[in-house]
């Protein structure tokens, strides 16, 4: 009798843990859109220097953007896994997720070094304090996720894939999700629309 007034419990706390998740998303999400309306606003003020089309690489972020867009997917398949009780293969996929997502931040942080190299700083332009501001914002994020990943692997092998582990696991997948999407609005309205322009 005791373990079925345990469950409800333990789900009610979930739902409660969830709810809260996606709370802070929306938050998150707050200020991303803070950070694009200020991009659309400083977009053109580029200060007599070089506008988005002249600076920025179209083909190297269509790389990134594949590579964010399959890391999501396999994070998918990680949550999946771990949902159905198949360490093993949530280790392999989370792996895989946590090396597309390194590739990415390394591509991001390439591009922040050649544009700095060519003296192109966030001090130089508004266009340039808005984009820093956007995409390393954005960086940060997958910062924190390959972090949260790695983690997470190690609570897996310790802990094993409790119920509480799979609650955490789910809510990674979220924020590695919201990563993504985020993502794809930062290459649609930087890149493709500064390619465009």
């Not at 690489?57 to 997917?73: D, G, N, V, Y």
């Not at 070094?113 to 003296?119: M, N, T, Y």
């Amino acid at each position: 009798m005791a373990d079925n007034n345990i469950q409800p419990v333990e789900h009610e706390h979930n739902d409660r843990v969830i709810f809260g998740f996606w709370v802070y998303l929306m938050t998150d999400l707050t200020m991303f859109a803070v950070l694009f309306a200020v991009y659309a606003v400083l977009r053109n003020n580029t200060f007599g220097g070089p506008t988005a089309g002249e600076l920025l690489k179209l083909p190297q972020a269509l790389a990134e953007t594949l590579i964010l867009l399959t890391s999501s997917f396999t994070c998918g398949l990680a949550v999946l896994a771990a949902n159905a009780g198949s360490k093993k293969q949530a280790y392999l996929w989370f792996g895989i997720t946590f090396l597309l997502g390194a590739t990415f931040l390394g591509l991001e942080l390439r591009e922040f070094s050649h544009l700095l190299a060519d003296g192109q700083s966030f001090r130089n332009s508004g266009f340039l304090s808005a984009f820093f501001t956007l995409v390393g914002t954005h960086g940060l994020h997958i910062t924190v996720g390959l972090f949260w990943i790695a983690v997470s692997m190690v609570m897996m092998h310790v802990r094993g894939l409790t119920a509480s582990i799979k609650s955490k696991l789910v809510r990674l997948g979220l924020f590695w999700h919201f990563l993504d999407i985020v993502w794809i609005f930062i290459f649609t309205i930087v890149y493709l629309m500064g390619a465009a322009r």
